[in-house]
């Protein structure tokens, strides 16, 4: 059971309006496609209505309009930022060297950020788990297959470089190591989307029709 | 009408009328791994008495189903164990499933009453903000009063409890704050396809424990509720008839998807890649 739903008269429409939505998706299968597009169109207006909600009420009001009202002159960073943000909104009718500004501070913070991140957090500490990790002969060999499966998937990328035969052949066992690497995340991907597939059907039979609690 | 939909339709019948009967509502996943359930056990058991436990909640709701059960039964457990939870999260799907699951904890009156600590913009530089201040203006109460006493961020917390989804996951929070509080345990709780990309963490030790597949969830969901509980708003496994139907449905459309892909398969001739490589 989903357990989102009250027990009360609400609690059993929301049910009902689930199921049926549900259901309306499915029908897209045996080729009925109003019913799937009309909750199409439910989930864009709903999705657009719960973004401007949580923008104006988590956001804009408690971070932007209560600090600046509250204490404008205390405010040091918000001006500006605020500034920023609206040459970003005018991009349109401001000239380019403008709106360049925050766009480059934009695009800047996210790169040192997340490229920071991911040396400091994953690269170095995963190199150094790899290479100096103390662990059985069973690790050692799991870590050298790694590494060739990495080098062999990097030789597959090296496009306009003069190859040999030898190249030539590790760059297509290369690809192929690639694909089977996606093939295997798709595997994955399909046990997530099975297990989802398992809980709407739980929904339906436990929650709705209550014959599989 | 092809022929498959009446197959389908008659295997699903049967499923419904026999699954059950033979299975005695007990169907389970015939090899539950304990090894990882272990581990967030373990990781449990060393929490401090009155612990404070941060919940990121950046689940997805295409993904949540699946580990639902699994986030459930750690949030009862924590609170069986005297932990104080303070959720927050930075992704936008995961705000939404944070606000139901604490107004469901509300409801059921388990434990002291959650901290909302809210929704935090910006992702990479929302983490790094909270680092040092995570405390909304206007958090009351004795969670944040205990939280505010330790500097009002992330260090405050014993322990951080990390439900990703596609969107945003473990790996982010591991790369943003595990570098900056390594001293902070870092539990992660994620969908099947997060788990290639999260088991190296758990490796080199900046995870402490980790569930991140059907079989990890159902051994710890198991160890929290008991074998025999049945699905359950708290938390518990999928009853045999969903998960029978489930299979089934998806095994007659792969078979369909397979069964239209073979002749397409057949006319196509993959090119050398020798060939390939010189063009």
């Known amino acids: ?87 970003m909104a005018g991009a349109r009718w401001l000239p380019r060297p403008v709106v360049a500004v925050p766009a480059a501070i934009l695009v800047a913070g996210i790169a040192a950020f997340a490229l920071g991140g991911a040396v400091v957090g994953t690269l170095l500490p995963q190199m ?86 | 009408m092809a022929l498959w939909w009446p197959v389908l339709l008659l295997a699903l019948s049967l499923a419904i009328l026999i699954g059950p009967a033979l299975t005695e509502g007990t169907l389970q996943l015939a090899n539950p791994d304990r090894t990882r359930a272990a581990g967030v056990q373990a990781a449990f058991d060393a929490l401090p008495d009155d612990a404070l436990v941060l919940v990121a909640l950046d689940a997805d709701l295409g993904t949540y189903p699946e580990i639902r059960p699994a986030v459930r039964a750690a949030l009862d457990e924590l609170l069986s164990a005297g932990a104080s ?111 290639p990309e999260l088991a190296p963490y758990l490796r080199t030790g900046q995870l402490v424990a980790l569930l991140a597949t059907v079989r990890d969830d159902a051994a710890f969901v198991e160890s929290v509720v008991g074998p025999e509980a049945g699905p359950t708003s708290t938390g518990g496994p999928p009853s045999a008839a969903a998960m029978l139907l489930g299979m089934l449905v998806a095994v007659v459309v792969l078979g369909r998807a397979l069964v239209q892909a073979l002749p397409r398969l057949r006319r196509s001739t993959p090119r050398p890649a020798a060939e390939d490589d010189e063009a």
């Open chain 1, 1 to 87: 059971m989903s357990g989102f739903f009250d027990e009360g008269l609400a609690g059993v429409v929301a049910t009902w309006i689930a199921a049926l939505l549900t259901i309306g998706v499915w029908a897209y299968l045996v080729g009925e496609r109003r019913f799937f597009r009309l909750a199409q169109h439910l989930l864009a207006g709903l999705a657009t209505g719960y973004l401007t909600v949580l923008a104006v009420r988590e956001v804009l009001i408690p971070r932007l309009i209560e600090p600046l009202s509250a204490d404008p002159a205390g405010q040091l960073l918000l001006w500006p930022a605020l500034a920023l943000v609206l040459a």
């Open chain 2, 85 to 195: 939870l303070a959720f927050v999260s930075v992704s936008v799907e995961g705000r939404a499933i944070g606000v139901a699951e604490q107004a469901r904890l509300r409801a059921a009156g388990a434990g002291e009453e959650p901290l909302d600590l809210g929704f935090v913009t910006g992702v990479e530089a929302g983490l790094v903000l909270l680092v040092g201040d995570a405390l909304p203006a206007g958090a009351s109460g004795a969670i944040a009063d205990a939280v505010a006493e330790e500097g009002g961020g992330l260090a405050a917390f014993d322990m951080m409890l990390l439900v990703g989804g596609s969107d945003v996951g473990p790996r982010t929070w591991v790369e943003q704050v595990g570098t900056r509080l390594p001293e902070v345990p870092m539990v992660a709780i994620a969908p099947t396809f997060a788990e």
């Open chain 1, 128 to 213: 150094a788990g790899a290479m100096l990790l103390p662990g059985p002969a069973s690790t050692l060999l799991n870590g050298l297959v790694g590494l060739v499966i990495t080098a062999l998937v990097l030789v597959a990328f090296l496009h306009g470089v003069p190859r040999g035969r030898l190249m030539a052949g590790a760059a297509g066992t290369g690809r192929w190591l690639l694909l089977g690497g996606i093939g295997g995340w798709l595997g994955f991907l399909l046990v997530s989307r099975l297990a989802l597939l398992v809980d709407r059907l739980q929904f339906l039979l436990g929650d709705w029709l209550g014959i599989a609690r």
